[in-house]
């Protein structure tokens, strides 16, 4: 059996039960149950303002909420956010946020900091993922194109090793060339390295072409879900099209 193989086998599942959240008085998630299968790459899908960003902020703990979130044996919301990440999730934000006036090696030594055994591996198997970033090392991250900078935001997360990678529309405003290889290198790191991954995303080529199963979010409930085969013209039409 090759490591890929083995780390799906123990991933940890992401398990959500009765979710709720508020932001005020408004009711943004309502009774959410979303299962991301082990060893997948889970496409989070629905219309603009139904909930997918608040989603992976709860995952996170960016924003309070209500229910269960387990990963593997872990109830996340009973751990504040900073615990969370050391349990192996990462997470890549809708716009990127990655330091500007720190060069490209820098943004990525930061996580390493943070790592307890300062391990440098990760940052070989990033420079191979992503030649580009190991090319500009030197570039101050706010120069990069934003295409770059995505990626640069990737690697930053992948720096912990993460079982669970988690993005919020990672191929937002970036160039085809790019949203293709950022599509390349998430099938790769599911494939190879066996990465279990939770992605919102608006464009549903692009999630049909990278995901294995997908989950619909419509006013804030869980409405559909399934593989990305069984994602149809009629669920398309009656929940994702303006
Ligand atoms: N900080 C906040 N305070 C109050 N309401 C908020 C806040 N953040 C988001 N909302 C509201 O919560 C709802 C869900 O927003 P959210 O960003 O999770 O949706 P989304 O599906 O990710 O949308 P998009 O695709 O536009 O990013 C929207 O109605 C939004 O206006």
Not at 122 to 143: C, H, N, Q, T
Not at 226 to 237: A, C, R, S
């Amino acid at each position: 059996m090759n490591d890929a193989v083995q780390k799906i086998d123990t991933a940890p599942s992401l398990t959500i039960r009765g979710l709720d959240q508020y932001y005020g008085g408004s009711h943004i998630l309502w009774d959410v149950d979303l299962d991301v299968t082990p060893g997948a790459i889970s496409c989070l899908i629905g219309r603009n303002g139904m909930g997918k960003t608040t989603l992976l902020k709860t995952v996170m703990g960016l924003v309070p909420a209500t229910g269960e979130i387990r990963f593997g044996d872990t109830d996340l919301l009973k751990l504040p956010a900073d615990k969370r990440a050391g349990l192996g999730i990462g997470y890549v934000p809708q716009g990127r946020e990655i330091f500007g006036q720190l060069s490209v090696a820098e943004n990525l030594e930061l996580g390493l900091y943070v790592r307890r055994d300062r391990s440098r591996a990760a940052l070989d198997r990033i420079f191979e993922l992503f030649p580009v970033l190991k090319d500009m090392r030197s570039r101050r991250g706010g120069d990069l194109s934003g295409g770059q900078q995505q990626q640069l935001a990737i690697a930053r997360a992948l720096v912990f090793d993460p079982t669970l990678l988690i993005l919020d529309e990672p191929c937002e405003g970036i160039q085809p060339n790019i949203v293709a290889q950022i599509g390349d290198t998430l099938e790769k790191l599911n494939r190879e390295d066996g990465l279990t991954v939770l992605l919102v995303e608006q464009k549903l080529p692009f999630a049909r072409r990278v995901a294995d199963e997908f989950r619909i979010l419509d006013n804030g409930r869980l409405v559909a879900q399934g593989n990305i085969d069984e994602l149809t013209n009629e669920i398309v039409n009656r929940h994702l099209s303006v």
